[in-house]
């Protein structure tokens, strides 16, 4: 057994492509690529993969394909735009990312560990329940995960986080649950205690309403929503959004106190 193994280290080491260097120093991704962005680093860094071996398919595991590597270039505007389109479109509300955010549905920071960036795109184009339909393009969804992909790495993923609890059955009907009675005709809210609540698509999505990474639309003067501004807000919308087509709402004290109670988080947020 010993020949045999010393056998075979000495063929290896005969070999051209290894005489000169370890199989961790090796760039084999330049025999079918060209070089590009060469001063920022190796292959590896932008496209990770494995530069060791000539086998396609084992060279190409956990490939960053190029339009999601431009995370990887400094003060990119790919990434930018994703950046800013994760503010805009509220994706905090619910999700962590690049270490901020609701803990109300996955940590994004976490999931780029375990899901490709082409499944982070198809998450994003076909949405899972409950989560908004903010119909993308491609272009835009790439500059989603750019901004998703540079977040991640900023953070210490291996700290981990506590798990987000998904809720298929609750200590109470849905009959019981005010967000149904008062406002789950028009309005969906993924909640902490009762998971997703609601079935209507005509108003927004509610989730993460009384939070600080809910857009801050209330009234004129672009206001956060809070408690007191909610209660405004049922007794008579109108008042405080003058085009709005909600009509007023009659919600007695205690049953707005537990519509209060149902989609407000129990973990606080990850603030910046």
């Not at 085009?243 to 407000?264: G, H, N, S």
């Amino acid at each position: 057994m010993v020949v045999y193994f010393g056998l075979l280290v000495s063929l290896w080491l005969a070999n051209p492509v290894f005489a000169d260097a370890p199989p961790q120093s090796l760039n084999l991704c330049l025999d079918c690529h060209a070089p590009h962005y060469a001063a920022l680093g190796t292959c590896i860094d932008c496209h990770a993969g494995n530069p060791a071996t000539r086998r396609v398919a084992i060279a190409h595991t956990g490939l960053i394909a190029g339009r999601f590597a431009a995370f990887t270039l400094p003060d990119n505007v790919v990434t930018r735009r994703g950046e800013q389109r994760l503010k805009d479109y509220a994706c905090r509300r619910c999700h962590v990312s690049d270490g901020k955010g609701n803990r109300l549905a996955a940590n994004l920071d976490m999931a780029t560990y375990y899901a490709t960036p082409e499944e982070l795109d198809a998450a994003i184009k076909e949405p899972v329940l409950f989560m908004p339909q903010f119909y993308f393009t491609e272009s835009q969804r790439v500059e989603l995960v750019n901004a998703l992909l540079a977040g991640s790495r900023r953070q210490d993923r291996a700290a981990g986080e506590p798990p987000v609890v998904v809720h298929f059955e609750g200590e109470e009907s849905p009959q019981e649950r005010e967000f149904e009675k008062q406002c789950g005709a028009c309005h969906r809210s993924l909640t902490e205690r009762y998971g997703g609540l609601g079935t209507g698509l005509i108003g927004p999505n509610l989730s993460g309403l009384l939070t600080s990474f809910y857009p801050q639309n209330f009234g004129d003067k672009q206001q956060r929503w809070s408690v007191e501004n909610l209660e405004k807000w049922l007794k008579n919308p109108r008042q405080v959004r003058q085009l709005t087509q909600m009509p007023p709402q009659v919600v007695k004290p205690d049953a707005f106190r537990q519509l209060v109670r149902e989609i407000k988080p129990l973990t606080p947020a990850t603030l910046p």
